[in-house]
């Protein structure tokens, strides 16, 4: 079964410091690997998608990387800011068995970023 | 604004009374989900349908039931609620069942079982 772990479970940072979320995996056979943010009493948004055969994806400020064959992906936040406060999960996608391809999610990383 | 909408945003009920979640899209996308977050243990998926007319079970479906009768919605039932389905429910969805798709999610409902 596959299991997906996010440390550190909490993290508090000053504004302008560049940090580094960290996810890990059991199973690598994984098709694709997506990170969310999630903010207080709300839903998840998706930040990045990164397919199996990729090793990293951008999106401004966010880099995502991921190395399938240890298991790992992280997530580097560049600059950061207030409104970067939020919880930070990451899910794995694989197979599940009857045509079934279903996300696992890690606890979550909760990022406090201090002006 | 396309998207995924819940209702109720939150709800209490209560033990043994039958509540129905529901979720609608309309992006159009084949697949749809139902998630419970609770703390400590994370998301986790109740039962997910890879395009209309079928369903299938996830990690616990013990005392949910769906249905999907067409491409928007996807209504999750608790038959007879109990306490320790008290939880947020997340509705989700992705272009394909197949795996290279992104998913996205609603907004959740708060459930409170007594």
């Known amino acids: 079964k596959q299991e997906v772990t996010q440390i550190p479970a909490a993290l508090s940072v000053p504004e302008g410091e560049n940090l580094v979320l960290n996810c890990s995996f059991t199973?690598?056979?994984?098709?694709?690997l997506q990170w969310f943010r999630q903010d207080p009493g709300k839903g998840l948004t998706s930040l990045l998608l990164?397919?199996?055969?990729?090793r990293e994806q951008t999106s401004g400020r966010l880099n995502a990387s991921l190395d399938k064959s240890s298991g790992r992906s992280t997530l580097y936040i560049a600059a950061s800011q207030p409104g970067d406060s939020a919880t930070y999960l990451c899910?794995?996608?694989?197979?599940?068995?009857?045509?079934?391809?279903?996300?696992?999610f890690g606890k979550g990383t909760k990022l406090s970023v201090i002006p | 604004i396309a998207g995924i909408t819940q209702a109720p945003t939150s709800q209490i009920l209560a033990a043994g009374r039958r509540m129905t979640l529901r979720c609608t899209q309309d992006?159009?996308?084949?697949?749809m989900y139902w998630y419970r977050q609770d703390l400590g243990l994370g998301l986790r998926l109740i039962h997910y349908?890879?395009?209309?007319?079928?369903?299938g079970k996830g990690e616990v479906p013990d005392g949910y039931s769906v249905s999907r009768a067409n491409t928007d919605d996807f209504p999750l039932t608790l038959a007879s609620a109990v306490p320790s389905q008290t939880s947020v429910y997340f509705c989700?969805?992705?272009?394909?069942?197949?795996?290279?798709?992104?998913?996205?999610f609603g907004p959740g409902t708060r459930l409170t079982v007594l």
């Open positions: 899910a794995v996608r694989d197979y599940s068995g009857a045509g079934s391809y279903q996300l696992t």
């Open positions: 989700a969805s992705s272009p394909w069942g197949a795996p290279y798709n992104e998913q996205f």
């Open positions: 990164i397919q199996s055969s990729q």
């Open positions: 992006m159009r996308h084949n697949a």
């Open positions: 349908s890879n395009t209309a007319g079928t369903t």
């Open positions: 199973d690598s056979a994984i098709y694709n």
